[in-house]
T-cell receptor, first 116, second 114 residues
Framework: DTGVSQNPRHKITKRGQNVTFRCDPI?????LYWYRQTLGQGPEFLTY????????KSRLLSDRFSAERPKGSFSTLEIQRTEQGDSAMYLC??????????????FGEGSWLTVV | RKEVEQDPGPFNVPEGATVAFNCTYS??????FFWYRQDCRKEPKLLMS???SGNEDGRFTAQLNRASQYISLLIRDSKLSDSATYLC???????????????FGKGTHLIIQP
């Protein structure tokens, strides 16, 4: 399978604990995105990387959230001191961004977080 | 003001009928437009891109009206398997910083009834 891979797929954690999600994008894709989706809402942009550089962070990304893409390949999203409001599906996506081609974004299956 | 607005539905439509969804966007600098399909508890998947000239893919037709900042999706001869949430998606390419990436609508929920 050469699609976007995310793990863990499901995570239940107690409030106050830290959690980390991993995303492996499609191998030749230079852009990697993180989105968050709650029930009845569309995905909300959190942050994205161009290779290893984090180019933008949404104001939704509080200081408890941190994302890295150290070698321009896989990425991690860490949530510290989780709160119940963090419960959501965290979606990773990747695309190949060029100067001429529009970027079609491909999503992973998502990581479901439940904070109890 | 929401950047991408859609009627959330649900749209309950009998099998075989034609159904149309609409979407409006607020950023006139937006450059690319898409419809994504999302099944329950699954990831969004690209259904089709939307071009100013309009484009068709089988039973699906997408239209873009840049002047009105309006996007539509038409599904003909609907099938039970078309039941899903349809997300209107707008891409704004950054120039010198600022927003980049996709902005999603909340989605329109479609239920095809036998």
């Amino acid at each position: 399978d050469t699609g976007v891979s995310q793990n863990p797929r499901h995570k239940i954690t107690k409030r106050g604990q830290n959690v980390t999600f991993r995303c492996d994008p499609i191998s030749e894709h230079n852009r990697l995105y993180w989105y968050r989706q709650t029930l009845g809402q569309g995905p909300e942009f959190l942050t994205y990387f161009q290779n290893e550089a984090q180019l933008e962070k949404s104001r939704l990304l509080s200081d408890r959230f941190s994302a890295e893409r150290p070698k321009g390949s896989f990425s991690t999203l860490e949530i510290q001191r989780t709160e119940q409001g963090d419960s959501a599906m965290y979606l990773c996506a990747s695309s190949l961004e060029t100067s001429t081609a529009g970027n079609t974004i491909y999503f992973g299956e998502g990581s479901w977080l439940t904070v109890v | 003001r929401k950047e991408v607005e859609q009627d959330p539905g649900p749209f309950n439509v009998p099998e075989g009928a034609t159904v149309a969804f609409n979407c409006t966007y607020s950023n006139s600098a937006s450059q690319s437009f898409f419809w994504y399909r999302q099944d329950c508890r699954k990831e969004p998947k690209l259904l089709m891109s939307v071009y100013s000239s309009g484009n068709e893919d089988g039973r699906f037709t997408a239209q873009l009206n840049r002047a009105s900042q309006y996007i539509s999706l038409l599904i003909r001869d609907s099938k039970l398997s078309d039941s899903a949430t349809y997300l209107c998606v707008v891409h704004t390419r950054a120039s010198g910083g600022g927003a980049d990436g996709l902005t999603f609508g909340k989605g329109t929920h479609l239920i095809i009834q036998p």
